[in-house]
């Protein structure tokens, strides 16, 4: 596998205006010639889309939900950083860019961080055009809060729901393209299968989830915006449709798979609370701003929050991390959750919980206060737990959030299969092992708004792009290999639901590949996952048929997939024998517990080929180079 | 707990759908309607009786997917509330529980519990956004908006498009939903160029696609989950009388050169 990262050569903060003047255009009159498949309507296909639409290519694009808008980006909360330094405290460019770098603990790309650092800025002035309302302060003008990981105020944000007013933003620009035809939009639909011909991405097949037709689709390329893969762990913050299977299809035709291991755990979430449960709901991390994290000091400790004294709560994040406090990086937050329960500390049914409390907020600005800022946020709480948090400390407990690995993709975004581009959560570009609050909203919108409209048109510009049709062979090929896998899932006929399969693979995964790891659990993983993948295969129980709407086959093409991945996930976590991150190997921590890092040995993207089902997927490495950062010892202290 | 449902089945658009008695055992009172539906699920599986499709995906109250009719209200029996986040400590341990898919013309059904709800993305297709290319516009602080401005209109932003409103409306009317898009843009100084055409093209829409109209029983701001106000509904009739008159007067001519 050939890896070139394409990182244009010169002065870090110049290379991608310098990038941008030396890349092709197609001129305005040619661009409605060219199809480009977007698959994905959250914050990055949709903005991807509207904005090629705009510029007058011809769009198609998909999305398994009903409706454009509903796509997974409609759930964030907190807010999306850009380093406008409305503040005054001293954010900027660079800041924003060593921050996340950091954050990261040095296992991104350098260029790729340092151009979301430099376009963030015009991702608030484009979203505030379109109308999203955005918080304001009395004079009119923008609002922030601190996220975690920084020490500015950079966040911009929507109530506690700044992921749905931006994608709405970005659905109401698709919508207008729309209706001026240059996008046509698929809901309902869901791609299972990309096409390549001569090497090249040149289509994809859809499943239409209402009548179970097959239909080809052929473009000069195809842009992936899929989201993240958190719920390989079953139990997650990510809505329950949210799946690998696109990058899964594109890994298995080619497409190296990054990183798969660097998962984010949220330290802010509901506890788990039974068996039934089917999603874990995050409390958003700007209830940091204002709440405090704490557990008793002593073990055993049944007395409830009110009557532990002050001098009988260790706010350990305060004590352990004095510069950034409830605000240290989420890695470190969850991992020091899990440290203080796993002592015998937690708090709640199990043991599994800490305390996340606001009475001093209350105190300082009032009920009222609060319920101004996070009100959706205490409702959702109330409306889950039965309990009032304006009155007790809310109970939390990390939990799956989001994935920074994802399909490996150059500095132009385009994956190792010459025109497939990745966007979004689903590529492993821009947070390195660790991602900061308020980063992936940034993200999807850059990459989608700022970045592949250069790039792709400069693709489309270089490149010899042969005519093809859905009736070659690749595409019928493509299209008959789904069928077979469809009618394949439904002729098993075994005896256990696609659900129990997926729990099961959610629990060996969060016990063996979760918070933290070890190379014993790692192996016994690798081991029992194959298993149940056949036990799958052969038990699996689909029932119905594939021309109604059938959502239990709409899951077992996804979870036959998870069941493949997580197996990678995990030869992932065993290969990287150091801690960065959100990857803890319990072999490698320093003596108070921190992640230990090993540089000389794995300052590299791991790039993992597949080599045919059944056979050990190829490691393939990208070494990072850091030239405007040192390599240092993250340090939040 | 133990509740009996009676649940809405139709196997596609083209069948004829009829009420089915479903009995839902040892369901736990922390589980949420969705999860209740899980197991209940999971149990006719088991029996090799095909499963109840319901539409979900967030699970917590902001995709707009999740519907349901229940016991005749939508959303469910708890104010404020999607169906995603109505939790089964709600109801009562023997109770019957009526679950229905959304009743309108324009949202024709799918299966079971699911409805085809594109008429409600064709309305904003017709001129729910701000026209404006991806670039380089002005720098976002370059235009203040009076704080009460800004949060009247996100009182109406939050609108998650799942069309409730429509379906506790006798007359089946999108009005709250149509009103909560004009409101917002109207309110905004982005949305005062496309101000007239934007409201007349929606509310064209909304008819061409087979809605009912507002008859002001407000039905729907009772039903809907983000608590929209009907307040926005009169501003949206203003604002099209107003767009109706402004239209009407003769227009200057675009010049050429
Ligand atoms: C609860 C929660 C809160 C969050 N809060 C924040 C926050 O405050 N700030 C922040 O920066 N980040 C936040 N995040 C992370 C952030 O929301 C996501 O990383 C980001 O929105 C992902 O956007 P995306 O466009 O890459 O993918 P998504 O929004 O997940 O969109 C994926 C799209 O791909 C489509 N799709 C997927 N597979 C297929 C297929 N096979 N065929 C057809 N279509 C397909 C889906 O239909 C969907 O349209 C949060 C995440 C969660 C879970
Ligand atoms: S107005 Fe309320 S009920 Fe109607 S679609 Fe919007 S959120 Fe749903
Ligand atoms: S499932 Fe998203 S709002 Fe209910």
Same mark, same amino acid.
């Given at each position: 596998?050939?890896?070139d990262?394409?990182?244009p050569?010169? =002065?870090?903060?110049?290379?991608w205006?310098d990038?941008?003047?030396?890349?092709?255009?197609?001129?305005?009159?040619?661009r409605?010639?060219?199809?480009?498949?977007?698959?994905?309507?959250?914050?990055a296909?949709?903005?991807?889309?509207?904005t090629?639409?705009?510029?007058?290519?011809?769009?198609?694009?998909?999305c398994f939900?009903?409706?454009?808008?509903?796509?997974?980006?409609?759930?964030?909360?907190g807010?999306i950083?850009?380093?406008?330094?409305?503040?005054?405290?001293g954010?900027s460019?660079h800041?924003?860019?060593?921050d996340?770098?950091?954050?990261?603990?040095?296992?991104?790309?350098?260029?790729n961080?340092?151009?979301?650092?430099?376009?963030?800025?015009n991702?608030?002035?484009?979203?505030?055009?379109?109308?999203?309302p955005?918080?304001?302060?009395?004079?009119?003008?923008l609002?922030?809060?601190?996220?975690?990981?920084?020490?500015?105020?950079r966040?911009?944000?929507?109530?506690?729901?700044t992921?749905?007013?931006?994608?709405?933003?970005?659905?109401?620009?698709?919508?207008?393209?729309?209706?001026?035809?240059t996008?046509?939009?698929?809901?309902?639909?869901?791609?299972?299968?990309?096409?390549?011909?001569?090497g090249?991405?040149?289509?994809?097949?859809?499943?239409?989830?209402?009548?179970?037709?097959?239909?080809?689709?052929?473009?000069?390329?195809?842009?992936?915006?899929?989201?993240?893969?958190?719920?390989?762990?079953?139990?997650?913050?990510?809505?329950?449709?949210?799946?690998v299977?696109?990058?899964?299809?594109?890994?298995?035709?080619g497409?190296?798979?990054?990183?798969p291991?660097?998962?984010?755990i949220?330290?802010t979430c509901?506890?788990?609370?039974?068996?039934?449960?089917?999603?874990?709901?995050?409390?958003?991390?700007?209830?940091?701003? =204002?709440?405090?994290?704490?557990?008793?000091?002593?073990?055993?400790?049944?007395?409830?929050?009110?009557?532990?004294?002050?001098?009988?709560?260790?706010?350990?994040?305060e004590?352990?991390?004095?510069?950034?406090?409830?605000?240290?990086?989420?890695?470190?937050?969850?991992?020091s959750?899990k440290?203080?329960?796993?002592?015998?500390?937690?708090?709640?049914?199990?043991?599994?919980?800490?305390?996340?409390?606001?009475?001093d907020?209350?105190?300082r600005?009032?009920?009222?206060g609060?319920?101004?800022?996070?009100?959706?946020?205490?409702?959702?709480?109330? !409306?889950?737990?039965?309990?009032?948090?304006y009155?007790?400390?809310?109970?939390?407990y990390?939990?799956?959030?989001?994935?920074?690995?994802?399909?490996?993709v150059?500095y132009?975004?385009?994956?190792?299969?010459?025109?497939?581009?990745?966007?979004?959560?689903?590529?492993?570009?821009?947070?390195?092992?660790?991602?900061?609050?308020?980063?992936?909203l940034m993200?999807?919108l850059?990459?989608?708004?700022?970045?592949?409209?250069?790039?792709?048109?400069?693709?489309?510009?270089?490149?010899?792009?042969?005519?093809? !049709?859905t009736?070659?062979?690749?595409?019928?090929?493509?299209?008959?290999?789904v069928?077979?896998?469809?009618?394949?899932?439904?002729?098993?006929?075994?005896?256990?639901?696609?659900?129990s399969?997926?729990?099961?693979?959610?629990q060996?995964m969060?016990?063996?590949?979760g918070?933290?790891?070890?190379?014993?659990?790692?192996?016994?993983?690798?081991?029992?996952?194959?298993?149940?993948?056949?036990?799958?295969?052969?038990?699996?129980?689909?029932?119905?048929?594939?021309?109604?709407?059938?959502q239990?086959?709409?899951r077992a093409g996804?979870?036959?997939?998870?069941?493949?991945f997580?197996?990678?996930?995990?030869?992932?976590?065993?290969?990287?024998?150091?801690?960065?991150?959100?990857?803890?190997?319990?072999?490698?921590?320093?003596?108070?517990?921190?992640?230990?890092?090993?540089?000389?040995?794995?300052?590299?993207?791991?790039?993992?080929?597949?080599?045919?089902?059944?056979? !050990?997927?190829?490691?393939?490495?990208?070494?990072?180079?850091?030239?405007?950062?040192?390599?240092?010892?993250?340090s939040?202290? | 707990m133990?509740?009996?449902?009676?649940?809405?089945?139709?196997?596609?658009?083209?069948?004829?759908?009829?009420?089915?008695?479903i009995?839902?055992?040892?369901?736990?009172?922390?589980?949420?309607?969705?999860?209740?539906?899980?197991?209940?699920?999971?149990t006719?599986?088991?029996?090799?009786?095909?499963?109840?499709?319901?539409?979900?995906?967030?699970?917590?109250?902001?995709?707009?997917?999740?519907?349901?009719?229940?016991n005749?209200?939508?959303?469910?029996p708890?104010?404020g509330?999607?169906t995603?986040?109505?939790?089964?400590?709600?109801f009562?341990?023997?109770?019957?529980?009526?679950?229905?898919?959304?009743?309108?013309?324009?949202?024709?059904?799918?299966?079971?519990?699911?409805?085809?709800?594109e008429?409600?993305d064709?309305?904003?297709?017709?001129?729910?956004?701000?026209?404006?290319?991806?670039?380089?516009?002005?720098?976002?602080?370059?235009?203040?908006?009076?704080?009460q401005d800004?949060?009247?209109?996100?009182?109406a932003?939050?609108?998650?498009?799942?069309?409730?409103?429509?379906?506790?409306c006798?007359?089946?009317?999108?009005?709250l939903?149509?009103?909560a898009?004009?409101?917002?843009?109207?309110?905004l100084?982005?949305?005062?160029?496309?101000?007239?055409?934007r409201?007349?093209?929606?509310?064209?829409?909304?008819k061409?696609?087979?809605?009912?109209?507002?008859?002001?029983q407000?039905?729907?701001?009772a039903?809907?989950?983000?608590?929209?106000?009907?307040?926005?509904?009169?501003?949206m009739?203003?604002?099209?009388?107003?767009?109706?008159?402004?239209?009407?007067?003769?227009k200057?001519?675009?010049?050429g050169d």
């Open positions: 596998m050939i890896l990262s394409k990182v050569s010169g =002065d870090l903060a110049d290379k205006e990038h941008k003047f030396h890349m092709k255009l197609i001129n305005p009159a040619n409605r010639k060219h199809d480009i498949i977007v698959i994905g309507s959250g914050l296909g949709a903005s991807a889309a509207a090629l639409g705009g510029l007058g290519y011809n769009v198609s694009c998909f939900q009903d409706s454009p808008r509903r796509a997974h980006s409609i759930a964030a909360q807010g950083n850009a380093a406008k330094n409305y503040q005054g405290d954010d460019v800041r924003l860019f060593y996340t770098i950091k954050g990261g603990d040095f296992r991104a790309r350098e260029a961080v340092h151009r979301l650092a430099e376009v963030s800025r991702i608030i002035d484009q979203c505030v055009a379109q109308g999203v955005f918080a304001r302060d009395y004079g009119g003008l609002d922030n809060r601190s996220f975690g990981g920084a020490q500015v105020s966040t911009f944000y929507a109530r506690g729901q992921g749905q007013q931006l994608l709405l933003g970005a659905y109401s620009a698709l919508n207008r393209e729309i209706s001026r035809g996008v046509k939009m698929y809901s309902r639909k869901e791609m299972l299968e990309i096409v390549l011909v001569d090249k991405a040149r289509g994809v097949i859809i499943r239409d989830l209402v009548t179970g037709e097959i239909t080809t689709h052929s473009g000069d390329a195809v842009i992936m915006a899929t989201g993240g893969y958190g719920n390989v762990f079953y139990l997650s913050t990510n809505a329950k449709g949210c799946n299977t696109a990058s899964w299809r594109a890994h298995k035709k497409a190296g798979f990054a990183n291991c660097y998962t984010q949220h330290p509901i506890p788990v609370s039974g068996d039934y449960q089917s999603k874990l709901t995050l409390m958003s991390e700007s209830l940091r701003n =204002d709440g405090r994290v704490w557990v008793p000091s002593k073990k055993g400790d049944t007395r409830s929050a009110f009557e532990i004294p002050e001098a009988e709560r260790d706010y350990y994040l004590r352990k991390y004095p510069s950034y406090g409830n605000l240290a990086p989420r890695d470190i937050a969850s991992r959750a440290e203080a329960c796993d002592a015998g500390l937690g708090v709640g049914p199990g043991g599994l919980g800490v305390y996340l409390d606001f009475a907020a209350i105190k600005v009032g009920e009222d609060i319920k101004k800022k996070y009100g959706n946020l205490f409702h959702m709480y109330q !409306k889950i737990t039965a309990e009032n948090p009155k007790a400390p809310m109970r939390i990390p939990a799956v959030h989001y994935t920074m690995g994802g399909l490996w150059d132009n975004l385009m994956s190792n299969i010459p025109g497939l581009f990745v966007l979004g959560e689903a590529n492993f570009s821009d947070h390195g092992a660790n991602r900061l609050g308020a980063s992936a993200q999807g850059a990459d989608g708004y700022f970045v592949v409209p250069f790039t792709l048109a400069n693709y489309i510009a270089s490149e010899k792009l042969n005519k093809v !049709k009736t070659d062979a690749p595409f019928t090929e493509a299209a008959n290999a069928k077979e896998r469809t009618q394949k899932f439904l002729s098993i006929k075994g005896g256990r639901s696609v659900d399969f997926h729990k099961e693979l959610g060996v969060w016990d063996k590949c918070m933290a790891r070890d190379k014993a659990g790692l192996e016994a993983a690798i081991v029992k996952i194959p298993k149940l993948r056949e036990e799958f295969w052969q038990n699996v129980k689909v029932l119905g048929e594939n021309e109604n709407l059938n239990s086959l709409e996804r979870v036959a997939d998870f069941l493949e997580g197996e990678l996930m995990c030869q992932d976590a065993l290969h990287r024998e150091e801690s960065c991150g959100g990857h803890f190997r319990s072999e490698h921590q320093t003596e108070d517990g921190e992640a230990k890092r090993n540089d000389e040995q794995f300052c590299y993207v791991g790039v993992w080929e597949h080599k045919g089902d059944g056979k !050990k997927a190829e490691l393939n490495k990208e070494p990072l180079e850091f030239t405007d950062v040192k390599l240092a010892t993250r939040y202290k | 133990d509740v009996t449902l009676h649940v809405w089945r139709q196997k596609n658009a083209k069948a004829k759908g009829a009420m089915e008695v009995e839902g055992k040892d369901i736990s009172e922390h589980s949420s309607f969705l999860e209740m539906l899980d197991t209940v699920n999971e006719l599986l088991s029996k090799g009786q095909e499963p109840i499709a319901f539409d979900h995906d967030c699970r917590e109250g902001i995709c707009g997917a999740c519907s349901l009719v229940i005749g209200e939508p959303h469910g708890e104010y509330t999607t995603c986040q109505l939790h089964m400590r709600s009562k341990n023997g109770q019957h529980i009526f679950i229905e898919p959304w009743r309108a013309k324009a949202f024709p059904v799918i299966r079971d519990l699911v409805v085809d709800r008429a409600f064709r309305i904003q297709q017709a001129g729910g956004f701000v026209s404006v290319n991806v670039g380089s516009p002005q720098d976002a602080n370059c235009l203040p908006i009076a704080k800004a949060d009247k209109a996100f009182d932003a939050v609108c998650i498009g799942c069309g409730a409103c429509v379906a506790a006798k007359n089946a009317s999108p009005m939903f149509v009103a898009k004009v409101s917002q843009l109207a309110l100084p982005q949305g005062q160029p496309e101000r007239e055409s409201v007349l093209a929606m509310v064209d829409q909304m061409k696609e087979g809605f009912g109209n507002c008859s002001n407000y039905e729907c701001e039903a809907c989950p983000k608590e929209i106000s009907v307040e926005h509904i009169a501003r009739n203003r604002e099209y009388l107003r767009a109706s008159f402004l239209e009407e007067a003769p200057a001519g675009h010049g």
